[in-house]
C-alpha cells in the first residue's frame, strides 16, 4: 500500500473492514464522496453519525433521484445513486446479489422509493444512517423473530454517544441485527445462546455473555492501534504490519515524558540502534544523533529530518516543541531510506505533527515546573589542602614555599568557585493546544512556551512557538492542506567551555584556587592570572564570564507547507506539495571593559538560510480479488538551500551602555564579513509495492538525485533499494499455532548515500582577506588549504534482515533486526604534506562498516486492574574502518591544553571508529615522573625512545551496546513510569582532568584524589606522580577511563483526578504529576557526567572527549495536564 | 484524463532544467584571476599574510627564537626552550606551525609567479616586477627555513602540486635564494611602492644577510655598501629611552632606518602585532591585550650585568615582579597601550632595518679583509652613537670607540656584542650566534647552559614526514628527533 501519509486513517479503516468481511463486507465506492468520510478518524466518523442524524432523513426525504436503466445490474445502480447523491452504500456481497439484472425506470423520487423498487421481491432489506446506506438480508432480521428469547440492549462507544450500525451477532452463528440509529438493538435469541458478539468497524470487538440476563448496555472499544498501527514512511504511509523495512516509531507520549528543548533528547533510549549523545548540557545545547554507527568522516553523521515532507536543513530540530508531535518514525534500513537517496545514509526521522479531528473541539493545556542542580560536584582541594599541595611541588621544584606554615594553618575550606557558579536553575514548558473542525475542515493550533535557565548562572534558553495545522476538502477531488511552524528561540550562553588551564568559565569553575575569593576587598574582580606568581597566566575568574560577557543568540524559525491534492479517479492521487524553511539567526556578543585585559569588544552577525521545496508525486493504490494488491508512487522534487551572512565587530568602547548596537563607536571596528552559498538538489523518485495473498510482501524504490554540490559528470546518484517480507503467521500451517499471535520476516538490500561535502568543494575558489602595508589594509587573495578535488557521491550499501514475534495474543512481542552498512567512496580528507601549502584535499576513498543486531520487546506484564507494561530494547553495533587513502591513518580529535597536546582519537584500517590513540604509562621513574611503554620505533622494535612509534590503541568510544527500559505501572489512577537508560562500553578520554589532576605548574585547583594519593618517595606506588612544574606528561590511557553508565532517565508518577466522579463535567480530563531526570546514575566515570561530547557535531568522528563541558543537571518537576 | 496527465507531465518537466544544478558561487575563482595589476598585488599580499599571522612572525616564531638568547628565559610553556634541550611536543607543534606558515607562503608565491605570466592585462613590466616581490619573498621565506632546518624539500611553481618530493641540501636551498634575490634585485623599483613592500634595496639588503650567514663576506660587505652609498637610509636620532618608541612605537608608520618589515596595524580583528602579547605583562598596562609576559631576564644575566647603564637601549628593560624574584626584568621596547585585543598592537616588526646594514657591513669587512678598517668602525660607532643619544653621524669621542683597540677577532666580537644589543627581540640573535659558530661558548658563559646539539635545528615536522614519502622519516629527520 503505497497511498499519501495523509492517508493514515484510510489506511486503518480499509484494514478493519477486512477483518469484518465475514460480517458485513462493506464495498466501498466513488472514491471522492468517500473521501469525506474516510478521511475521519471512525469514532469521530460515529460522533458525527450521531449529531447528524437529525439531517440524515432530510438529506434522505430532499434528495431527489432520476433512474432511468435498462438490463443494468443492482451495481450499476448504486453506483448511478451515488454519483447523484452523497449517499453510499455499504454492503456484503455475499449477502447481497448486486450482479442481478433489473430495469429501473423512476423520476425525481426519494431514494427510499427506489430502494424499495430495486429490491422488491428480493430478500434484502435497507437502513439509511445519514448518507450511509446499509443492504442486508432479510434473514438477518426474520431470523430475530423466530422462537426464543427476547434480549435487547444498546451500544455506545467509550464516550458514551450510540453507535447505529453495529452488528450484534450470535456467537457461532450469522443471526443477528443491525443497531438502529441511536444505537439500540433487540432480538430474538435461540434459548440455549451463550453469547452475543457485537462488533462495528473500527472498533474492538466484544462477547457479552447472557447468562440470564436480557438487558445489556455494550460499550466499545475503539480497536487499539498495535498491528493495525499506521506509521509514516518517506513519501507515504503504511500499515505497521505490512512494513518491510526497518522503522521503529515513537509516539507522543513517549516524546512528551519530561520537558526538553529537542526531540531527540526525548529519544534517547526509546528506538534501538539510536544513540543520542548530549554535546553539552547548556540549556538548548545540541545534540549528536548517531543511527546505526557513524559512516562518514567528512560528511555529516547526523539523520536526515523530515518534518511533516519537509526534509530540513538544521542538524538538530528545534523548530518544534514537544508537544506538537505526534509520533516520529526512525527509517532505518536501505528499504526505508533509499527513498530518500542522497540524504538516506545515517537513517531518516520523519517527525508528524499533531492533526485536527471533526468532532468536538478539543482544549488541552499542559504546564510543568522543574528545578535542575548539578548532577554532582566535583570533589576539589580545599584551601589548606591547596597551599599545602603548592608548598610540596614548590619543595620538590628546590623552590621557597609559596605558603607560610602561619598562612596555611590560616586557611580553612577557603572559598566553592563551583557552589558560585552552579546555580539550581528552573525548567518550565507550558503548552495549549486547540484541535477540532468538521467533515471537510479540520485545524489543530498549538502554542508553547519552553524556558529554561541553565546551572552555570546567566545561561538560559526559550523557546516560543506557534504551530497550526489546516486541511479542508475543497470538493469531490481536491484537498487542501496547510501546515505552518513559527519558532522563536533565544539564548543566552555561559559556554566558555574546553580551554587551558582555567581559560574558559568551566575550566575556571574548578581551577581557581579555593584560597581566593572571586571579589578584591575594594569590591572589583579578582584577577587571578596575577594572583599567585606561580599561577597560569591564562586563568580568568569565572565571574568575568558571568557578569561581564553576553553572548546572545537568537533564531527566527518559520516551516511552512502546503499541498494540493488531486484525486481524479480512484486509487490515483496527484500531491503538490510545496514547502518553505527559513530561518533567521541573530548573534550578540559583547565584552565589557570590566572583563580582564579588555578594551570593551563587540560583534553582532546574522545569518539567514532558506530552503525552498517542490514535490511532485504521483501515488496509486489497487487491489485485485484481494489477493493482489499493488501500490506505486513516483515523483519529482526540487529543493535548493541558500546561506547568506552579515557580520560586523568592534574592539575599544568608551561605554559598555552601546554594547553590541554602536559597532561605529569602536575604537577599532572590525573588517566586515559577508558570505553566500546556494545548492540544488534535483531528484526522482519512484517506489513500487506488491503483496499477494497479505502474506508476501515485495517493496522496490528508487531515488536518482542530482546535486550541483558534485563534479561535472558526477552531479546524479542513483539509489535503489529492494524488500521482502513474509507475513508467515498468514499461512495456513501457523493458523492452529495459538501461543504465536503474530510473525512475520522482512529483509531488504539497498544504497544511499551522503552529499558528505559543502557547496563549491570541487571549485578552485579564492578567499579574501587583509594585510597591512603602511598602516592601511590591503586585500589579499589566495586559495585556501583545501586542495579542490573532482568529487563523487559517497554511498551506503545496507542488508537488513529482521522478524517481528508476538507471542500469547500479542502480549509479548520481540523485534529484531541484524543489518550490515557499506560505505563506500568514502568522501576523505587526504592530508597533504605541510610543504605544499595545501594541507589537505579531500577525495572519493576509504570505505566503512558497520553491522549491528537490535532488539526491541513489548510486553504487557500484567492486565487487569494493575497494569505493567514494559519495553526494552538493546542493540549492538560494531564499526570497522576497512578501507582509508592509501592505507594513512587519520588522526582526528584534538586535544590542545599546552601541557599536553595530541590528537586523541584514529581512523586505522581494521580498527573501529575513531578509536583513541596514544601512550601507554608504565608507572614512575625514580623521582616520580610518570614514563610510558617503549612499543616500537621506525624499524618496528622497541628502540629505548618514546616517540610517536610507541603510540597505540588505548580506548574505544564506542558502546558495547546501549539500552533503554521503559516500565509503566497503573493502578485505578496512579500511573508509575520509570525509564531507565544506559551505554555500556564506552570509553571516555577525560581532558579536563589534564589541568586539575596532573599539570601541577600553574597553580590549578586539583581533585582531593590528587592530594591524597600522588607519588613521594615514601609512596612510589601512587595514583598521580610527583607533584612538581618540571613534569611533561604524554596523551596515555591514564586519561581513558570506562564511560559506562546506567541513568534513571526519568520517573514519574502521575494520578487522574476522577473529574466525572467530582462533578468538574467540563473537563476532559485532569492529571497532575510529578517527576524527576537523572536522579540515579551508575557510573565509574570521575568527572561530571559520562554523557558528554565535547567535540560532537554533525560530523565529528571524534567522540567521547570531555574537555570542561557544560555539566549535565538532574531535575525535579511538578507538572499538570488539563483537557477541556 | 489528457489534462490531468498534461499537468502532471508539466510539473515534472518544469525543473528538468540542467542549469539548475550548476554552481555560481559569488566568489573569485583561479581560473580566471591574476589577469589585472590589482588582482596580482591582491594575490602578492597573499604571500605575506602566513608570514604575519600571530602563529608564525607575527608572534610565536619571535617568542621562540628569542627565547634563545644570552640575554633571556622563556616562561610557562617557553621555558624548557631557554635550556637549549631541544624541543617537546608543544614547542614542536610550534615549529611545525611555522613550517606550515612559510610553506604556505612560498605556495603564495609560486602561484604568483606561474600565473602572472599569463596575465591577460599585465604588460611586461608588471610581470616582470610582480615576480621580482613574489621572489624576493620566496627567497626570504626559505632563508628563514633553511637557517632553522637545514635543508628543507624545494617547491617552486613548476613542482608546487606534487606531493611527494624529497628533502633537499641546504646548499640548493641557498642556490634557489640567490636566484631568487638576484631576480629581485634586478627587478625591484628603486623606492618601494608601499612602506612593508621590499624594494631593490630591500632585495640587496637581504641578500647580503645571505651571504653573511654563508660566510661570503666580501659579498656580504659589497652588497651592504651598495645599500649604505644608496643614501636613501638613515638612523631615527634618539635622546631617550622613550624615543626609541620613534622607530618602534604603535603609531609609527614607516622610518628612515626602514629596510624591510612586516608592518601591523591596530586597524581590525587580529591584523596587529600579537608579539607583544608575550612580551608584556597584564599589570603594566603596556599592552591593551593584557599579556603572557613569556619572555623576561634578571638583572643578574651576564650579559644585563655587564650591560652600560647609560646605553638608552639598557633602559628598554624595567624591573617587574613576575612572582620569579625581585631581580626580574621585562622589556618594554614593543609596547601598545592602546591596543584593542590580544591580536591588536600597532607596532611593526623589523626584519632589516639600516643599523642592520650598518653593522653587517662592519662585520663582513673585517671579516674579509682580515682587519678591521675605519669605514667599518665608523659604522659601527653610527649605531653605537645613536644608542647614547648622539648624532649617529658626528663622531663623539665620549662613546666612540677606537680603531686601535682592536684586532680582527675582538672587532668582530665587539660587532657581535653591539648587535646583540641593538637588535634584542627582533629574532636575530639566535641566528648570529649559530652563524658565527660561537653559540655554545656564547650561551654558556651567560646563562651557564649546555646547548645540545638537537637544539641548532628543528624538527622536520612530522605533517611532512608522515604524507611525504619522498622523505625518510629516520634517516632524513634532523638530528636528536
Known amino acids: 500500500m503505497l497511498p499519501d501519509k495523509s492517508d493514515a486513517q484510510k489506511i486503518q479503516k480499509t484494514k478493519s473492514f477486512k477483518s469484518m468481511k465475514n460480517l458485513i463486507h462493506l464495498y466501498r465506492r466513488k472514491p471522492a464522496k468517500q473521501k469525506i468520510l474516510l478521511t475521519m478518524r471512525l469514532t469521530l466518523f460515529l460522533l458525527v453519525i450521531s449529531v447528524f442524524s437529525a439531517f440524515s432523513n432530510t438529506y434522505a426525504q430532499k434528495t431527489k433521484l432520476d433512474i432511468n436503466v435498462q438490463n443494468s445490474t443492482v451495481k450499476d445502480v448504486l453506483n448511478e445513486i451515488e454519483t447523484q447523491s452523497e449517499f453510499f452504500f455499504m454492503y456484503n456481497n455475499k449477502q447481497v446479489d448486486v450482479e442481478r439484472i433489473v430495469n429501473l425506470d423512476a423520476k425525481s423520487t426519494t431514494v427510499d422509493v427506489v430502494l424499495e423498487k430495486l429490491f422488491a421481491g428480493t430478500n434484502v432489506n435497507f437502513k439509511v444512517v445519514n448518507r450511509q446506506i446499509l443492504l442486508f438480508p432479510n434473514n438477518l432480521i426474520n431470523l430475530a423473530e423466530q422462537q426464543g428469547k427476547k434480549v435487547s440492549g444498546k451500544v455506545t462507544d467509550q464516550s458514551g454517544v450510540a453507535i447505529p450500525g453495529a452488528a450484534v451477532v450470535v456467537k457461532g452463528t450469522t443471526t443477528g441485527v443491525s443497531t438502529d440509529n441511536d444505537g439500540s438493538f433487540s432480538l430474538v435469541i435461540p434459548t440455549d445462546t451463550k453469547a452475543l458478539v457485537i462488533s462495528f468497524v473500527g472498533m474492538k470487538s466484544q462477547e457479552v455473555v447472557i447468562a440470564g440476563k436480557t438487558t445489556f448496555n455494550v460499550v466499545l472499544e475503539e480497536e487499539t492501534i498495535g498491528l493495525e498501527e499506521v506509521v509514516a514512511i518517506g513519501y507515504g504511509t503504511v500499515k505497521k504490519s505490512d512494513l518491510t523495512g526497518s522503522v521503529t516509531s515513537v509516539k507522543s507520549n513517549e516524546i512528551k515524558a519530561f520537558a526538553s528543548s529537542n526531540v531527540m533528547q526525548s529519544l534517547s533510549g526509546r528506538a534501538p540502534g539510536v544513540q543520542v549523545s548530549q554535546n553539552t548540557g547548556a540549556p538548548g545545547g545540541s545534540v549528536s544523533v548517531r543511527i546505526r554507527g557513524t559512516n562518514s568522516i567528512q560528511g555529516s553523521n547526523e539523520p536526515l529530518y523530515v518534518i511533516d515532507g519537509f526534509p530540513f536543513t538544521g542538524s538538530n530540530p528545534t523548530v518544534l516543541s514537544n508537544s506538537d508531535i505526534e509520533s516520529v518514525e526512525i527509517l532505518k534500513d536501505a528499504s526505508a531510506t533509499a527513498i530518500y537517496g542522497s540524504r538516506g545514509a545515517n537513517g531518516v526521522v520523519l517527525i508528524t505533527t499533531k492533526r485536527g479531528k471533526a468532532g468536538k473541539t478539543t482544549v488541552d493545556f499542559e504546564s510543568s515546573y522543574g528545578v535542575q542542580t548539578l548532577r554532582k560536584k566535583l570533589n576539589m582541594m580545599n584551601a589548606k589542602e591547596y597551599a599545602t599541595f603548592y608548598n610540596e611541588q614548590a619543595a620538590n621544584d628546590k623552590l621557597a614555599p609559596y605558603f607560610t606554615q602561619d598562612q596555611i594553618n590560616g586557611f580553612g575550606n577557603g572559598y566553592d568557585w563551583q557552589n558560585m557558579v552552579f546555580v539550581a536553575a528552573p525548567i518550565s514548558n507550558t503548552t495549549l493546544s486547540i484541535n477540532g473542525g468538521n467533515e471537510k475542515t479540520k485545524f489543530s493550533v498549538s502554542g508553547t512556551l519552553f524556558d529554561q535557565q541553565g546551572i552555570i548562572k546567566g545561561s538560559n534558553y526559550k523557546k516560543y512557538s506557534l504551530r497550526a495545522y489546516f486541511s479542508t476538502d475543497i470538493n469531490e477531488m481536491l484537498s487542501f492542506e496547510y501546515g505552518a511552524t513559527l519558532t522563536k528561540n533565544t539564548t543566552s550562553r555561559q559556554n566558555s567551555s574546553g580551554g587551558n588551564r582555567g581559560q574558559s568559565l568551566i575550566g575556571g569553575a574548578i581551577s581557581a584556587p579555593p584560597t581566593l575569593t572571586p571579589y578584591n576587598d575594594d569590591g572589583s574582580f579578582r584577577v587571578l592570572a596575577t594572583a599567585y606568581p606561580f599561577i597560569s597566566n591564562v586563568i580568568i575568574n569565572p565571574l568575568n564570564f558571568i557578569n561581564e560577557q553576553k553572548d546572545d543568540g537568537e533564531s527566527n524559525i518559520v516551516l511552512a507547507n502546503a499541498s494540493l491534492i488531486f484525486e481524479p479517479i480512484k486509487d490515483l492521487k496527484l500531491k503538490i506539495y510545496g514547502g518553505v524553511e527559513n530561518t533567521d539567526n541573530r548573534s550578540d556578543y559583547y565584552q565589557t571593559t570590566n572583563f580582564v585585559n579588555s578594551q570593551g569588544s563587540a560583534s553582532a552577525s546574522s545569518s539567514n538560510n532558506v530552503s525552498l521545496l517542490n514535490e511532485n508525486t504521483l501515488s496509486y493504490n489497487k487491489s485485485i480479488n484481494d489477493k493482489h494488491s499493488f501500490g506505486a508512487v513516483i515523483g519529482f522534487t526540487y529543493q535548493d538551500f541558500l546561506y547568506r551572512y552579515l557580520g560586523g565587530s568592534g574592539n575599544g568602547f568608551l561605554s559598555n551602555v552601546t554594547e553590541d548596537f554602536d559597532l561605529g563607536g569602536a575604537s577599532t571596528p572590525g573588517i566586515p564579513s559577508s558570505s553566500y552559498s546556494k545548492s540544488v538538489l534535483m531528484s526522482y523518485l519512484g517506489r513500487i509495492n506488491y503483496s499477494f495473498n497479505n502474506r508476501y510482501l515485495f517493496t522496490a524504490s528508487v531515488r536518482a538525485d542530482g546535486s550541483s554540490k558534485y563534479s561535472e559528470g558526477s552531479k546524479w546518484g542513483y539509489f535503489p533499494s529492494g524488500a521482502f517480507a513474509w507475513k508467515i503467521k498468514e499461512e495456513g500451517f501457523m493458523k492452529n499455532v495459538e501461543l504465536i499471535s503474530d510473525l512475520k520476516f522482512r529483509s531488504s538490500y539497498g544504497y544511499t548515500g551522503s552529499q558528505a561535502i559543502n557547496a563549491y568543494a570541487t571549485l578552485n575558489q579564492l578567499s579574501s582577506n587583509k594585510t597591512i602595508f603602511g598602516d592601511a589594509l590591503y586585500n589579499a587573495i589566495a586559495p585556501g588549504t583545501t586542495l579542490p578535488g573532482d568529487l563523487r557521491w559517497e554511498t551506503t550499501e545496507q542488508a537488513d534482515m529482521g522478524f517481528d514475534i508476538a507471542i500469547l495474543k500479542n502480549r509479548f512481542r520481540l523485534s529484531a533486526d541484524a543489518y550490515l552498512k557499506n560505505t563506500r567512496d568514502l568522501l576523505n580528507s587526504v592530508k597533504l604534506p605541510s610543504s605544499l601549502g595545501f594541507t589537505q584535499t579531500i577525495q572519493n576513498v576509504g570505505q566503512i562498516r558497520n553491522k549491528g543486531l537490535e532488539l526491541a520487546l513489548d510486553a504487557k506484564i500484567l492486565t487487569g486492574e494493575f497494569k505493567w507494561d514494559m519495553n526494552a530494547n538493546i542493540a549492538f553495533n560494531r564499526s570497522k574502518v576497512i578501507k582509508l587513502y592509501g592505507g594513512q591513518d587519520i588522526l582526528t580529535g584534538s586535544i590542545n591544553v599546552t601541557f599536553i597536546s595530541d590528537n586523541s582519537s584514529l581512523l586505522r584500517e581494521g580498527l573501529p571508529m575513531g578509536v583513541f590513540y596514544g601512550f601507554k604509562k608504565d608507572g614512575y621513574d625514580s623521582t616520580g615522573k610518570e614514563i610510558y611503554k617503549d612499543l616500537s620505533s621506525a624499524n618496528g622494535k622497541p628502540d629505548g625512545i618514546i616517540n610517536q612509534f610507541d603510540k597505540t590503541i588505548i580506548g574505544d568510544p564506542n558502546p558495547d551496546f546501549i539500552y533503554g527500559l521503559n516500565s509503566t505501572m497503573s493502578y485505578k489512577n496512579l500511573e508509575l513510569t520509570l525509564f531507565f537508560q544506559g551505554s555500556q562500553g564506552n570509553d571516555i578520554v577525560n581532558v579536563s582532568g589534564v589541568g586539575n589532576t596532573l599539570d601541577y605548574g600553574f597553580g590549578l585547583n586539583m581533585t582531593k584524589d590528587v592530594y591524597n594519593d600522588h607519588w613521594t618517595p615514601t609512596n612510589t606506588n601512587a595514583k598521580y606522580p610527583v607533584l612538581t612544574r618540571s613534569s611533561s606528561m604524554r596523551y596515555s590511557d591514564r586519561l581513558v577511563e570506562d564511560g559506562s553508565f546506567l541513568r534513571l532517565r526519568n520517573i514519574q508518577l502521575m494520578y487522574t483526578l476522577p473529574t466525572q466522579k467530582l462533578g468538574m463535567k467540563w473537563f476532559r480530563n485532569l492529571q497532575i504529576y510529578a517527576s524527576g531526570q537523572n536522579l540515579l546514575t551508575w557510573t565509574k566515570y570521575s568527572w561530571w557526567d559520562p554523557e558528554v561530547n565535547s567535540q560532537g557535531g554533525a560530523n565529528s568522528t571524534a567522540q567521547g572527549i570531555d574537555h570542561y563541558s557544560y555539566p549535565t543537571a538532574k531535575s525535579v518537576t511538578l507538572g499538570i495536564k488539563v483537557g477541556f | ?481
Not at chain 2, 659589497?222 to 618608541?245: C, Q
Not at chain 2, 654558556?444 to 628543528?458: C, E
Request: some cysteine; glycine content about 8%.
Open chain 2, 1 to 481: 484524463m489528457k489534462k490531468i496527465l498534461y499537468v502532471i507531465l508539466a510539473s515534472f518537466i518544469l525543473f528538468s532544467c540542467k542549469d539548475a544544478l550548476v554552481e555560481s558561487p559569488k566568489s573569485l575563482a583561479v581560473e580566471t584571476f591574476y589577469n589585472t595589476p590589482a588582482e596580482v598585488e591582491a594575490a602578492i599580499a597573499a604571500i605575506y599574510s602566513p608570514l604575519r599571522d600571530g602563529g608564525c612572525m607575527g608572534g610565536l616564531y619571535p617568542t621562540q627564537i628569542e627565547c634563545y638568547t644570552d640575554y633571556g628565559y622563556g616562561r610557562g610553556s617557553h621555558a624548557m626552550l631557554s635550556n637549549f634541550q631541544g624541543l617537546d611536543g608543544t614547542n614542536q607543534t610550534k615549529t611545525d606551525g611555522f613550517w606550515g606558515y612559510f610553506y604556505l607562503s612560498i605556495r603564495n608565491a609560486n602561484i604568483v609567479i606561474g600565473n602572472t605570466p599569463k596575465g591577460t592585462k599585465l604588460t611586461p613590466a608588471d610581470t616582470c616586477k610582480y615576480i621580482a616581490e613574489a621572489k624576493f619573498l620566496r627567497a626570504f621565506a626559505y632563508f628563514t627555513l633553511v637557517r632553522n632546518w637545514g635543508g628543507v624539500p624545494i617547491r617552486t611553481e613548476k613542482n608546487m602540486t606534487v606531493q611527494n618530493i624529497k628533502r633537499n641540501a641546504a646548499e640548493e636551498v641557498y642556490q634557489l635564494i640567490y636566484s631568487d634575490l638576484q631576480f629581485a634585485e634586478a627587478n625591484l623599483p628603486d623606492n618601494a611602492p608601499l612602506a612593508g613592500k621590499p624594494s631593490k634595496w630591500s632585495a640587496k639588503t637581504l641578500l647580503a644577510d645571505v651571504y653573511f650567514s654563508q660566510g661570503k663576506n666580501a659579498e656580504a660587505r659589497d652588497k651592504a655598501k651598495e645599500v649604505i652609498l644608496s643614501n636613501k637610509y638613515s638612523l631615527v636620532p634618539v635622546t631617550t629611552a622613550d624615543d626609541y618608541s620613534k622607530i618602534f612605537g604603535p603609531e609609527v608608520i614607516t622610518t628612515t632606518e626602514e629596510i624591510f618589515y612586516l608592518k601591523f596595524s591596530r586597524l581590525g580583528n587580529y591584523l596587529g602585532f600579537s608579539y607583544l602579547m608575550y612580551l608584556n605583562h597584564p599589570g603594566t598596562k603596556y599592552y591593551g591585550g593584557g599579556g603572557y609576559y613569556t619572555i623576561y631576564s634578571t638583572t643578574d644575566n651576564s650579559v644585563i650585568a655587564g650591560w652600560d647603564k647609560k646605553d638608552l637601549r639598557y633602559s628598554l628593560w624595567y624591573s617587574y615582579n613576575i612572582g620569579l624574584g625581585a631581580n626580574t626584568i621585562l622589556t618594554k621596547k614593543f609596547v601598545d597601550p592602546l591596543a584593542p585585543n590580544a591580536g591588536g598592537g600597532g607596532n611593526d616588526f623589523p626584519l632589516y632595518r639600516y643599523g642592520d646594514v650598518l653593522l653587517m657591513y662592519a662585520e663582513a669587512d673585517c671579516r674579509a679583509s682580515g682587519v678591521p678598517s675605519a669605514d667599518a668602525l665608523e659604522k659601527l660607532n653610527m649605531v653605537h652613537r645613536r644608542a647614547y643619544g648622539k648624532n649617529p653621524i658626528l663622531p663623539d669621542t665620549s662613546v666612540d670607540f677606537r680603531l686601535s683597540d682592536y684586532n680582527k677577532d675582538s672587532f668582530n666580537d665587539l660587532v657581535l656584542k653591539e648587535r646583540g644589543f641593538e637588535t634584542q627581540f627582533e629574532g636575530k640573535r639566535w641566528l648570529d650566534l649559530k652563524r658565527t659558530g660561537k653559540v655554545k661558548a656564547i650561551i654558556l658563559a651567560a646563562t651557564g647552559k649546555v646547548v645540545a646539539d638537537k637544539h641548532l635545528l628543528w624538527p622536520i615536522p612530522v605533517s611532512e614526514l608522515n604524507y611525504n614519502s619522498a622523505i625518510d622519516p629516520t634517516k632524513d629527520q634532523n638530528p636528536g628527533y
